[in-house]
């Protein structure tokens, strides 16, 4: 579901039909800014009560190095999108990768109207 006006694009991850700890991998291109601010929406549900959350991870790969986590989200949000601000200051070039983390069969992520605006 798109967070803007409900038919647009977004992305993320499902719980239906899966096993706790599944998850799905989003990499962005290269970014050669030195830093900005990464904003976007996100929205977590979970529908089966479970006290599995599910978890959302925002890491930093830069040019050469190892993934760094940045950011940890444990769900649910509620049934309700949350704007999500997060600053960066970074010397190389570098990748964000988000990770969704399934929770339970009836959890579910979903990442909309993401910007990202250079310092």
């Given at each position: 579901m798109?967070?803007?006006t409900g038919y647009g694009y977004s992305f993320g991850i499902n719980g239906a039909g899966r096993n706790p700890k599944d998850n799905a991998i989003f990499k962005t291109e290269v970014i050669q800014a030195k830093g900005g601010?990464?904003?976007f929406y996100l929205h977590t549900a979970d529908?089966?009560?479970r006290q599995k959350?599910?978890?959302?991870?925002?890491?930093?790969?830069?040019?050469?190095?190892?993934?760094q986590t940045?950011?940890?989200?444990y769900g649910p949000s509620g049934d309700a999108w949350v704007e999500m601000n997060l600053s960066?200051?970074?010397y190389l070039p570098f990748q964000f990768i988000f990770?969704?983390?399934?929770?339970?069969?009836?959890?579910?992520?979903?990442?909309?109207d993401m910007v990202w605006t250079p310092a």
């Open positions: 798109d967070h803007t601010n990464l904003k529908s089966s009560k959350p599910t978890e959302l991870k925002v890491d930093i790969l830069p040019a050469g190095m190892p993934r940045y950011f940890t989200f960066i200051s970074y990770e969704g983390i399934i929770g339970s069969s009836g959890s579910d992520i979903t990442i909309d």
